[in-house]
């Protein structure tokens, strides 16, 4: 199966109480690098991150960093395909895991 965004599901269109949230930390396994986004339709939210963004950044190397990284589609595309594949390796192990329980 092909990757579906909350923001598709939701047509772009998020409640006050849903929010979508990514980094490249987790993503990508870069700790310690703190790049991320929020996509969010809630006003108040907004203006709080805004008014906090006042007090942090991003260096300029770490931007050129994820810049370069993220405009790389050939290593993407590998990257996101041996995730998928790990992963999926993972579930099956844990599915055969949880039914020798039964």
Known sequence: T???S???VCEGKL???VHIIWGVSKDFGMAGVRLGMVFSQNGLLLEA???ASKFTSVS???QAMVTDLLQDESFLESYIRENQR???TSCEFLLQ???RLD
């Open 2 to 4: 092909s990757f579906l």
């Open 6 to 8: 909350m923001a598709t």
């Open 15 to 17: 409640s006050d109480n």
């Open 49 to 51: 991150l805004r008014n």
């Open 60 to 62: 300029g190397i770490t």
């Open 86 to 88: 790990r992963l999926g």
């Open 97 to 99: 895991a949880l039914e």
